[in-house]
């Protein structure tokens, strides 16, 4: 849970009809507040704002081309996630707020053996032994594999090619985890209160 900063902003003027979503307490929110930056020349258009989360009351900085500082995490809470796999996890939605790609999809791939290993899988193997340790013990839905083996070929491709991974990429392999995610933790913690 984010932390909720006291106080009040000075000097802030209204805003009216935007809305977003804060990178920092993953809220969607349409600030009643913030500070507009000024072009230099007349007629002084606003190339930028800053804007204040009535949620959490940090700032969120927006150019005129409505590229976001700190950018929106992908993805969502999920329930039932082992300490290290929230960690983990919350890293790589970190990486894509930042525009982070690689680093995104590298923890993404790191994800796959940390659960290999948190459901019993031994340490110390290959990256392909978890994969093969999950897809084994049905951990991976059927028709699943496709996608699974899309991160590890992602993460593989960041790790040891030059060119880097895109935002587009980054979404995508987030997008999987999170729903192995659920799958793995979320839906069999769920179920748990009904046994």
């Given at each position: ?95 894509f707020a930042v525009s982070a ?95």
């Open positions: 849970m984010t932390k909720i900063i006291e106080g009040i902003w000075n000097n802030t003027e209204g805003v009216q009809q935007f809305s977003y979503v804060c990178g920092y307490c993953d809220s969607k929110v349409a600030p009643s507040f913030g500070y507009f930056l000024k072009g230099e020349n007349f007629p002084y258009e606003e190339i930028g704002y800053i804007f204040i989360c009535p949620h959490c009351n940090k700032p969120t900085f927006i150019d005129d081309e409505e590229n976001q500082f700190p950018g929106h995490r992908l993805g969502t809470k999920i329930e039932h996630l082992p300490t290290d796999i929230e960690e983990l996890y919350n890293e790589a939605r970190n990486c790609n690689n680093s995104a999809i590298l923890s993404c791939r790191k994800l796959l053996m940390n659960i290999g290993h948190t459901k019993g899988a031994e340490a110390g193997k290959s990256f392909v032994y978890y994969v093969d340790y999950l897809k084994d013990n049905h951990y991976i839905p059927p028709n699943s594999e496709k996608w699974v083996d899309m991160i590890r070929q992602k993460g593989n491709k960041a790790t040891h090619e030059i060119p880097t991974m895109s935002k587009a990429d980054a979404e995508e392999m987030l997008k999987f985890t999170e729903l192995l995610l659920r799958i793995v933790y979320e839906m069999p913690g769920n179920m748990a209160k009904y046994q």
